[in-house]
């Protein structure tokens, strides 16, 4: 890890502790209770922490060896990670796009559940900010599969480690990559 993506990877995690977690009981999309939230939206909308997590985010899936296209997942937690790491490809001149995955497809103009360029014979990761469950990621690998997607990896800007790594990875066949867990984010 070069010193600059040492303290790219640093300042985001500060960020994150700072801007993103939220103590006090809530309930999660997944319907579980928790003690924390982890609005990672105060840090991919944010003009500072999103740059850095699209570089850190490229920097770990580029360390793991996964090669990709395009980048996206379920709207509306994955829409500015998959911009955040297009626009850190295009800062070090490679072409990545991002896509954007719907809830449901369209059922009008061109019916569509997968937004974009298109990842039809492409190869796709998908993208989430913070995973509980794994069930809105699944939810675009089965999108971005239906409509002919080549998907290498599942990856999170952080794990709450409540099981997405290991569901997304036995239900889907695909890696799981986060840049933090929890542990760093001292939840534990």
Do not use: C, W
């Not at 939206?41 to 699209?54: F, P, V």
């Not at 990842?119 to 239906?146: C, F, I, K, N, W």
């Amino acid at each position: 890890m070069t010193s600059t993506l040492a303290a790219d990877r640093a300042r985001l995690l500060e960020l994150i502790k700072e801007l993103a977690v939220v103590r006090g009981k809530v309930i999660l999309s997944s319907g579980k209770e928790a003690d924390y939230y982890i609005d990672l939206r105060r840090i991919t909308l944010h003009h500072e922490a999103s740059r850095l997590a699209g570089r850190v985010m490229l920097s770990m899936l580029d360390d793991a060896g996964i090669t990709f296209e395009t980048a996206g997942g379920l709207t509306m937690g994955a829409d500015p990670v998959g911009t955040a790491l297009m626009h850190a490809a295009a800062d070090a001149d490679r072409a990545i796009d991002a896509f954007v995955v719907r809830k449901a497809q369209k059922s009008y103009g061109m019916g569509r559940q997968v937004e974009g360029p298109g990842v039809d014979g492409r190869t796709v990761v998908v993208l989430e900010d913070t995973s509980t469950t794994g069930g809105s990621a699944l939810t675009a690998v089965a999108a971005v599969r239906q409509a002919g997607g080549n998907i290498q990896a599942v990856a999170v800007i952080v794990d709450r480690d409540t099981g997405a790594k290991e569901r997304i990875e036995a239900e889907a066949n695909i890696p799981y990559l986060f840049i933090f867990g929890k542990g760093e984010l001292g939840l534990d």
